[in-house]
Structure formats: C-alpha cells, structure tokens
C-alpha cells in the first residue's frame, strides 16, 4: 500500500504533463495550418449571398468585383477591397466574407451580409412645428435614408451646436431608434429625437485676473463677440459660443500687443456655472513688460528705397510696439486695397515676393526689427480666362477684365475687375473668384481664371403703392443683358435674345389718374473699343384733373405729354478711371386740354421743353452692387434750357407787372393771367442742380453703414419769367415714381405720406440727410435679404428765403429687403416722423411703406 501510495503523486506528474503536451501540440498545429492557409491560392468556383439583405445575389456579387474562376489569395488585397468597397456603399451594417468547401485549389466564397435600416418614421419633441421641417431637411432625414451611426452622431452634433450658438449652452439631445417588426422583409427602424433646450444661458460677468496696467473695461470692449449681460446694449447679446469666445481671447492679446505689451498672453480660462442659469467667465492674463519700437531696417530691397518702404510702413524708432500694426502694415488681411508693404510689390507686379519682419534685438524692451524682404522676379500675365458664362457673351466679359496677357501682374487689378464684374449685374457677385494658376516664379508668369455664376438680369418690374389720391400700378420688363443683333435670330429667344449687356425696357404706369407708357434702350458699349454708352427713351403720358365733387378722375379734362431723350456717356481715365461723364438732350411736349390749376393757368394750350443735362458721377462701389460693402457713389449734374428770354424780345417784367395787378377771381382777369402764363412758359426757361452722394463702410461680419446726402435746386434765369412749374421736386414717402409727368422729381423720405413735406406744386430746393445701418440675412444666389435701420431727415422750400438747412423733417424706423432676379427689389419700410405735417402741430408718428421694384 506503501508503494501504491508513493506512485499515486508520480502517476499525476505524468498526466499533467501529458495533458499539457497536448495542448501545445494542438496550438502548434493550429499555427501551422493557419500558416499554411495563409496565403494560399485558390481559384473561385462558386460565390453565394448570405445573411439579411433586401439586394439581389447578382447586385452584390457585381458590385464586389469578385469573379468566378478568379484566383484569390486568402488574406489578399482582392478579398479586402471586396470589403472595402462593400462598406463605401454605406448600405451595410455588417459584411463578412468567408471560404467555403475548399476542393484542392478551388474554393467557394460566402458574402454575409446585414443591410443597414432604413428610416420609416420620425418623431421631433420639444420644438415647433416649424423648427422639424429644418431639422430633417438639413440633417436629410426624410423617409427611406440609411440610418448609420454617423448619422445619428453628426445629427446629435448638429443641434448640440445649433442650440448653443443660440445661448442654449445646456441644450441636450437623445437620439432613439426602435426596429420596425412587420410583415416587410426589410430593415426598418422608427427614430426619435428629444431635444430639450434648457433656458438661455447668459454671461453674467467677464472677470480679468493679472491685468494691472490695462483695465477689465477696456479688455472687455476688445472681445468683439462675448459680451457680459448689459441692458442697454441691442446689437450684441450675452451669449456664449465656444467658437467666438476663443477668437475673442486672441482678440485680448492682440489689444495688449497693440498697446505694446508684446509677450502679453493669456494663462489659463474657466467657466464658472451660477444658480441663476448664468455664468461667468474669468480670464487669467500675464501681461509682461511694456515695449517700443528701435532700429528699423529694410533688408534685400532693390525695388524700392528705404524712405519710400518707411513711408508706407510709418512706424518710427520711439513708438510705442504694436504688433497688430506692423501685421497690417506688412499685409492688412482685411482690406485688400489697403496701403501695406505687400501691396506696394503685388501691384507692381512682384507676385512671388515675401516680406516677413523679423526682431533682431530686445535689450532694454527696446525692439530692433529687420523687415527682410525677397522680391523674386516680376510676373506678368501668361493666359487670362472666364469660366461660367453660359448667357453672357465672352467679349461683354473681357471688355470689363483689367487683365491682359503680357501685363504686369497686379493684385490691384484683379480686384478692380472683380468689382466691375460684379457691377454688371448679370453674375451673382458673392461668387466671383480670381483663380491664380499655374504661377512660375523661374519664368515670372502666372495664369488668372476668373469663375462667375450667372443670375438672372432681366426683371418683371411690378410696383404698387398709394399716391396722388389712389392705388398706382407699374408693370414693367427690363431686360438688362439684351442682345440687339440677334433680334431676328428665332433660336435666340430664351426668352429673349441675351448676352450682348444691352439694356432694354418697357414701362406701364397707371392709376384712375394717369397712363405713362415709356420704351427706352441703351447700349454701353458703342463701337465694342471703349466704354462709350449711347441710350435713347420714347415716353407718353397722359394725366387727367381731378374732381372734387365726385373725387373722380375728369377724363374730359387731360395733360398730355410726348417726350424724347438721346444720352451718351464716356468713363474718363482722370482723375481715375471711376468717373464718368454723361450728357443728354431731351425734349417734351406739354398739351394742355381744358386742364386748369393753379400751375396751369392757361388750361388749353402748349409747352415745349428742350433741356441739355451734363453730369459727372463716380462708382467705386464694391463687390455686389445689391449689397455694396465699401466704396461711394456720389453724382453731380446740371439741367439747363436755353436762356430765351435774352433773345425773344418779350417784355416779361411788364407782363409780370401786369398779372400782379389781374385778379384772379374776375373771369375775364383769369382768362388774361392764362394768356400771360402761355407766354411765359411757351418754351420753357429754366436751370437744374442736383447733387447725391453715398458711402459704404463695412463695420464688422456684413454689418454696413451708408450714410447718404442730397440737394437739389431749380432756378430761373428771369426773375420776372419766373420758376417754371415742371422739374419740380416732391418730398415724403416711400419714393415710388408715382406719376412722374412733368419732369417733377420724387424724393424718399420714409416716416411721412407720399409728397407730403412739399407744397402742392412742388418745391423748387430740397436737401437730405440719410444714415441706414444694414445686415444681411442671406446674400445667396436666388434671394437677397437684409434687414436695415434708418435715420432720416430732409426739407422743400420755394426759396431761398425759406431755405434753412437745419429746419429739417426727421424720422426714423426699420426695414427689410428681398431681392429676387426676376422681380427686382421688394421691401416694406416703418417709419416715425418726429415732426408734423406742414400746417399741423402733432408729430406725424408711424407710416408703413412698401417698396415694390425700387432701390435705394
């Protein structure tokens, strides 16, 4: 028994140990035929679709590129791009393939399969009605989609950040998807989006933490987007966003750079979250010490002197270090026109040139700077293309191109041709880009493809508004971008004949008082060799008197007028190039049928007018003439007659004597005062003086100011003849054309009635102030949105006597504007005239105006 039990711990050693060669027998042999399958070749003989998939066997097999008698590696590349192409189709949720049925050195492939679920129904809780439609149309959640974990996920993003941008800094988002169990052999699942905004989250405070020489206040104003709560302030709210809040921390050490602290930079930062659903943000700053500028040397110019590059860079031994400014003055990245270093090479044609400043020396927090420039080769213009002009002609295009294969490169140029691209009207100007390609800096050349993108020019000009007693209509077709020559070409007609910049358009104007019909046509480019425009108009109108007893139109009672118009105007290269110079004759003829006012004392008879106008004007508006974003726009011009009344021989200081002594409640008196004024206005005498100007200056992100000013005079040349009653100028309102008969004028000015701060007549002088805060909502191709606010003020007068520029009507208000190709500019104007009426006492309060076809 001894033995036995002395055997028993031995027998147990020896099956351990068996067992445990066993074991690595069978991993050995494992690794060994793994080995061996590893990279063995067999041919396909058959493929089969497995698993749970709603496409055919064939769709798959053909879309994995798998073929039958093929030969395969086991763990090659066409098995694994088998996979990898499975998967960029993003309708599979699972894909395996195996080898089945190995045969000597064939085999067989299985494709398992899962399609991934598509979307049945959706359910959007916790915001409006309006909001799901915005969701699912940007999130493209409709119906049938594939829905994939990088959905689910980008769409949680999405209005994560959405939510926050708007202040909603807690806002929580849960996604849910449930299978679909029906009868349909297809994966389906049902999806639901909780979204609980949470309340706004505002900041309460901004604190400063190691600032000592420049104060929070002050710190504060220097974060342009991240504002602490404050009740007065309109334009920016108190909200958090991730993304502004740490451009705005940039934007505090470039303030302390820009005051000379140049190694200021900020530490650390912290969220603190309050019980008021507020919080507040404290910023650790270290400020270091304050330093100025020393040695400023140019290194590596030829090009230029070293006076002229200081004169631009106008930093001077003793001033105070700013780094912001020295960037700017190197390279203003936010003004393309600026006057920098790099500008002064780029538009002189050195392209390939670099200019990088480089501090040499800070003994003392004294800093010596060396601005080391490389200037290259010129460059000069090789090929210049347009790409995107599918209606207007090319050569419409080149003739505007300041760029010209052979010319020296220019940045200045390149800019200047997109503004002026831009200003035809028929691209849209947003999208306007100047492709530099192919630069060589060993042979100085360079290509330049200018990218635009057509939009529609021609317009359905339809205006509406009240005025002159009721409803005006105006339907309108101006067609902006015609093509004259290709009048008789069937084919053309897209509808109309397009492409050549020609303008041609026909006008309808009428209410229960008035018909103007008017048919005019220009082409801007005479000859094609210069910018030499040449228009003409045709006009008709026909205005009938109103009647007090039936508040009616009398329509046996008629003011006629046919007019004529031939302009021309050339651009000027002096001063520049933005000037240009119009003229025009016209001439209208006055028929008065039984049509008597107190203008029109002479109720049959005629008129003539024969008028010379000289104009100079300059644009250098830029980029979209919709919405400019800089520049002016300021015109001059005269009006004038001939001075008749030097010549006829008429005694009009006896007939101005002898109609002061008519009275004009005699019949017989009245009959001779028409007399009178038949003579005095046979021909028309007279001259005219208008002068309007804007600017457009870009304050932050679109943000643009436009404040404007305008004057107007009509003047006799005998005192005794008097001013002429046409030509006149009419004040108030929306600035709707209303009937614009007579020559008269009408002036915009929101706030008050149409034509109300005149006298009935007119005025013969009127100025006008304007100050219009815009932003826009969109700036896309097929619409144009912005929002404004205005401050408004303006004056007519008769006489110079009357005439005080500072008695003005005021108003202010809000407004908003759309601007569609096809229909023009609509818009709807509120208005609060501080003032009253002329005769009344109480300030004229709200108007609204709706613009219809009008810029301004």
Not at 494 to 499: N, Y
Not at 536 to 558: E, G, V
Request: charged content about 25%.
């Amino acid at each position: 028994m001894e033995k036995q039990a002395n055997n028993l711990p031995l027998n147990r050693v020896l099956i351990s140990f068996t067992t445990f060669l066993t074991i690595v027998l069978f991993f050995i042999a494992t690794i060994t035929i793994n080995a061996q399958v590893e990279g063995a070749k067999y041919l396909i003989k058959e493929i089969a679709v497995t698993g749970n998939t709603n496409f055919s066997p064939q769709t798959i097999i053909a879309y994995s590129k798998l073929r039958k008698n093929e030969e395969i590696q086991i763990g090659g590349e066409k098995i694994a791009n088998a996979v990898k192409t499975l998967w960029k189709s993003n309708l599979f949720s699972s894909i395996d393939i195996y080898i089945t049925n190995i045969d000597g050195n064939t085999a067989n492939l299985e494709i398992n399969l899962m399609d991934l679920p598509e979307l049945l129904d959706l359910t959007i809780s916790g915001v409006k009605k309006g909001k799901k439609d915005e969701i699912i149309q940007e999130n493209n959640l409709q119906s049938g989609v594939k829905v994939t974990e990088n959905l689910i996920a980008n769409t949680r993003n999405y209005l994560s950040n959405k939510y926050q941008k708007k202040g909603f800094l807690n806002a929580k988002i849960n996604i849910v998807t449930s299978e679909v169990i029906d009868s349909v052999k297809k994966e389906r699942v049902n999806m639901l989006i909780k979204i609980d905004k949470g309340e706004k989250v505002k900041i309460k405070d901004i604190s400063f933490i190691g600032n000592e020489k420049i104060k929070g206040k002050k710190l504060r104003k220097a974060m342009k987007n991240t504002k602490q709560k404050n009740p007065i302030r309109i334009l920016k709210r108190s909200k958090y966003i991730e993304e502004d809040y740490k451009t705005d921390l940039v934007s505090v050490v470039d303030y302390y750079k820009a005051k000379g602290y140049r190694d200021a930079r900020v530490v650390s930062d912290s969220i603190i979250y309050n019980n008021d659903n507020t919080i507040s943000l404290n910023i650790n700053v270290e400020e270091g010490e304050k330093y100025t500028f020393g040695k400023i040397d140019f290194v590596g110019n030829t090009v230029y002197s070293d006076s002229y590059l200081s004169s631009i860079l106008k930093i001077k031994p003793g001033d105070t270090y700013n780094g912001v400014e020295l960037r700017e003055r190197i390279a203003d990245p936010n003004n393309p026109d600026a006057n920098d270093l790099t500008n002064a090479y780029q538009n002189f044609g050195y392209m390939f040139s670099t200019i990088n400043p480089v501090e040499v020396s800070a003994e003392g927090n004294v800093i010596d700077m060396e601005i080391r420039i490389s200037e290259g080769k010129p460059a000069y213009f090789n090929n210049v293309t347009v790409v995107g002009n599918d209606v207007t002609n090319d050569h419409v295009i080149y003739r505007e191109i300041r760029t010209r294969p052979g010319q020296l490169y220019s940045k200045a140029k390149i800019i200047r041709t997109i503004r002026e691209l831009g200003q035809l009207g028929f691209f849209d100007a947003q999208q306007i880009a100047p492709n530099i390609k192919n630069p060589n800096p060993v042979d100085g050349t360079l290509d330049v493809e200018y990218s635009v993108v057509e939009q529609g020019s021609s317009q359905i000009q339809l205006q509406g508004g009240y005025g002159g007693g009721g409803f005006i209509g105006t339907l309108g077709l101006s067609f902006n971008n015609f093509a004259i020559k290709d009048i008789f070409k069937k084919e053309a007609y897209k509808p109309v004949p397009r492409g050549d910049g020609q303008s041609l358009a026909l006008r309808l104007q009428a209410s229960q008082f008035f018909q103007t019909y008017s048919f005019s046509f220009s082409e801007p480019w005479l000859g094609g060799k210069k910018p030499f425009q040449l228009s003409t108009s045709l006009s008709y109108s026909r205005q009938f008197l109103f009647d007090p007893q039936s508040r009616r139109a009398d329509k046996s009672r008629s003011f006629n007028i046919t007019g004529i118009t031939f302009g021309a105007s050339t651009r000027l290269k002096k001063p520049d190039d933005f000037f240009l110079l119009s003229q025009a004759i016209s001439f209208q003829h006055y028929d008065l049928n039984n049509y008597n006012t107190g203008l029109f004392t002479f109720g049959n008879g005629t008129s003539n007018n024969l008028s010379y106008t000289i104009g100079l004007s300059r644009n250098n508006l830029y980029n979209d003439p919709i919405y400019p974003t800089g520049g002016s726009n300021f015109s001059i011009s005269a009006k004038a007659t001939f001075p008749y009344s030097l010549v006829n021989g008429v005694d009009y200081e006896a007939l101005a004597d002898e109609r002061e002594s008519l009275d004009p409640t005699d019949p017989d008196d009245l009959e001779r005062i028409g007399e009178i004024d038949q003579e005095r206005f046979n021909w028309l005498e007279f001259y005219k003086i208008k002068f309007k100007a804007d600017w457009y200056t870009e304050l932050t992100k679109k943000l643009v100011l436009r404040p404007s000013v305008e004057f107007g005079f009509l003047g006799a040349y005998n005192n005794d003849r008097g001013v002429i009653p046409f030509e006149r100028f009419f004040l108030g309102g929306d600035g709707l054309g209303n009937f614009s008969l007579d020559g008269r004028e009408i002036i915009q000015l929101r706030g008050y009635p149409n034509q109300s701060l005149s006298t009935q007549d007119g005025g013969s002088i009127y100025n006008k102030f304007s100050l219009e805060l815009r932003y826009p909502v969109t700036l896309g191709a097929q619409a144009k949105i912005y929002a404004l606010t205005f401050l408004e003020a303006g004056a007519s007068v008769n006489s110079f006597r009357d005439f005080n520029p500072f008695d003005l009507n005021r108003s202010a208000g809000v407004g908003l504007r759309i601007f569609m190709p096809a229909f023009g500019l609509l818009g709807i104007d509120f208005g609060h005239g501080f003032d009253p009426l002329p005769g009344q006492t109480v300030k004229n309060g709200w108007e609204t105006h709706f613009i219809i076809g009008q810029q301004f």
